[in-house]
């Protein structure tokens, strides 16, 4: 058996497939049909907001949102170089430029210092992203969207299933993107779906998703095709019912990785909140001693068939597509993550007797 860094969570075959043969019987493929309605539902209720739609990957998804969102009058959009690189793409397809700021001292979201000091008159708004599904300083990002009156925008690919304190993770920000990929710890396969902190927007993105097509059946904004099929929304509507209990296996597991690397002061695993709720969807491991090369712990581990990943590395400003775009201040923190975290394996499946 290989242990892979990333594996989708499917549920039974016979289960999936019976959810297919109705949608087949029903004649409706896509174009919000009887499957993306009750998993749109169902997610309203397990994230306790009713304002979030469904789109087909969180990169239009995100790049939607920066286009409804941001001020239209202004070019840069304030981010981390510490991402993965579909948050930069969404940026560039808005037609926004990324400034890259650096990432917290021990940690690896975004800087609210570093933010703050990046702020111009040519800021459209705010993407910080949860990485690996760990909270942004919340607080301090409301207070600097309140102080400048620019939206923040979170980039929380990895958040699905993670609360703090009572309430949702995704429910946060002028708006929140969340990616229901195949590697994410809840899946569509492929997809996204997307909360706002307001009404008026959540419509007029799901009209955006659907060639700019409102209510009323008129074209009244910009649109594309960002509509998930039945066959991505009933995989979600499966999925979903097995998520809380992968998530516990998923937590034993990050348990059994916690006590073996307890005493060795060379690494360090994330220590979590008490007030967070986390969804075990990612297992970044920090490199401490930097006499330790981390490619070469990687060669080491494929060779026992585990499969760990440095996430992210390179830094986005170090990569050719991204290597001419602003930097504000010095990005010491990030450049330092480049080559000393990785991921290590983590699926319900790879707990004994799981």
């Keep these: 058996m ?8 499917v549920p039974k075959t016979e289960d999936y497939q019976r959810l297919v043969e109705s949608i087949f019987d029903s004649g409706f493929l896509t174009n919000f049909g009887q499957y993306h309605n009750a998993l749109l539902e169902k997610l309203k209720r397990k994230l306790d907001t009713k304002n979030i739609a469904l789109c087909n990957n969180a990169t239009t998804a995100l790049a939607c949102v920066i286009r409804s969102i941001s001020d239209p009058k202004k070019s840069d959009i304030i981010t981390t170089p510490f991402t993965f690189s579909a948050t930069c793409h969404s940026i560039i397809w808005a037609n926004k430029k990324p400034v890259f700021v650096d990432v917290e001292d ?39 969207s309140v102080r400048y009156n620019i939206p923040i925008i979170y980039d929380a690919a990895h958040a699905f299933g993670v609360k703090y304190g009572d309430k949702s993770l995704v429910a946060n920000g002028s708006a929140s993107v969340v990616s229901t990929h195949a590697t994410k710890a809840f899946n569509t396969a492929e997809g996204a779906l997307v909360y706002f902190s ?53 937590q034993k597991l990050w348990n059994h990785y916690s006590t073996a690397f307890r005493s060795d002061d060379r690494i360090q695993l994330i220590e979590l909140d008490s007030n967070l709720r986390f969804n075990f969807g990612y297992c970044p491991l920090t490199i401490l001693d930097d006499t330790i090369r981390v490619d070469r712990v990687i060669a080491k581990l494929a060779e026992s068939k585990i499969i760990a990943r440095k996430y992210f590395s390179p830094i986005l400003n170090n990569t050719s597509t991204f290597k001419e775009s602003k930097v504000a201040g010095n990005l010491k923190n990030a450049k330092h993550l480049n080559n000393r975290v990785l991921c290590l394996p983590i699926h319900e499946s790879y707990l004994p007797h799981a």
Excluded: W
Excluded at 2 to 7: D, V
Excluded at 137 to 143: I, Q
Excluded at 229 to 241: D, K, T
């Design 106 to 144: 021990n940690g690896f979201n975004l800087c609210p210092k570093a933010v703050e000091n990046a702020i111009d008159k040519n800021t459209a708004a705010i993407v910080p992203v949860h990485c690996y599904g760990i909270p942004c300083n919340l607080d301090k990002f409301d207070d600097i």
């Design 198 to 250: 307001e009404d008026e927007k959540c419509s007029q993105f799901a009209s955006m998703t659907n060639f700019g097509i409102d209510e009323n059946g008129e074209t009244s904004t910009l649109g594309l095709n960002g509509k998930l099929s039945e066959l991505h929304a009933a995989l979600g509507v499966a999925n979903l019912e097995t998520f809380e209990k992968n998530i516990e296996k998923r």
């Design 2 to 9: 290989i242990f892979y860094s990333n594996k989708p969570s």
